[in-house]
């Protein structure tokens, strides 16, 4: 079945470093989706890339769809400890099967 | 707006006890889901329902059963608990962009 491989699995930073999540499927994807959970929270929507080559920005964050469409990557600018969480890829296999990585965990040291 | 709702919050469980994890949506949402979260493991798919009256079977189905009871709700079974079906259960619901929302989440020790 579909699986998404997500790196790293940890990172600490230094407030105000940036950061960067990657992730990597072995096929061609349709889409694909970036969630951040809160410690201790349920996992919130970021945003849904769907273009070959896309790049979104919200803010501080920036989101790339691989130009193959088999990765993408979320990076922040300028952590700040409001960042801290774990940010998760999601894609579909099928159409309604949403299948997650396995998520990066964000600490920032103040 | 409540949006996905479950319940209880919280379980602890005896091995061999069943018992039954109610969510609601208040989205008028077609397609609902199961999750399950263990540490370094992500979230894993347990059952989805892409929509009301039907139900399929996502990564690590063994050991639950699902119930589409109509569009809104959508309940998760464990017949017969085991230790490791001790986790932090999510349901979702998502709209038809593809948007997941979560509920708050079950807390299921099972001892």
Known sequence: GQQVMQIPQYQHVQEGEDFTTYCNSSTTLSNIQWYKQRPGGHPVFLIQLVKSGEVKKQKRLTFQFGEAKKNSSLHITATQTTDVGTYFCAVTSGTYKYIFGTGTRLKVLA | ?111
Request: aromatic share 10%; glycine share 10%; proline share 4%.
């Open chain 2, 1 to 111: 707006n409540a949006g996905v709702t479950q319940t209880p919050k919280f379980q602890v469980l005896k091995t061999g006890q069943s018992m039954t994890l109610q969510c609601a949506q208040d989205m008028n949402h077609n397609s609902m889901y199961w999750y399950r979260q263990d540490p370094g493991m992500g979230l894993r798919l347990i059952y989805y329902s892409a929509s009301e009256g039907t139900t399929d079977k996502g990564e690590v189905p063994n050991g639950y059963n699902v119930s589409r009871l109509n569009k809104r709700e959508f309940s998760l079974r464990l017949e017969s608990a085991a230790p490791s079906q001790t986790s932090v259960y999510f349901c979702a619901s998502t709209n038809r962009g593809g948007e997941a929302f979560f509920g708050q989440g079950t807390r299921l020790t099972v001892v």
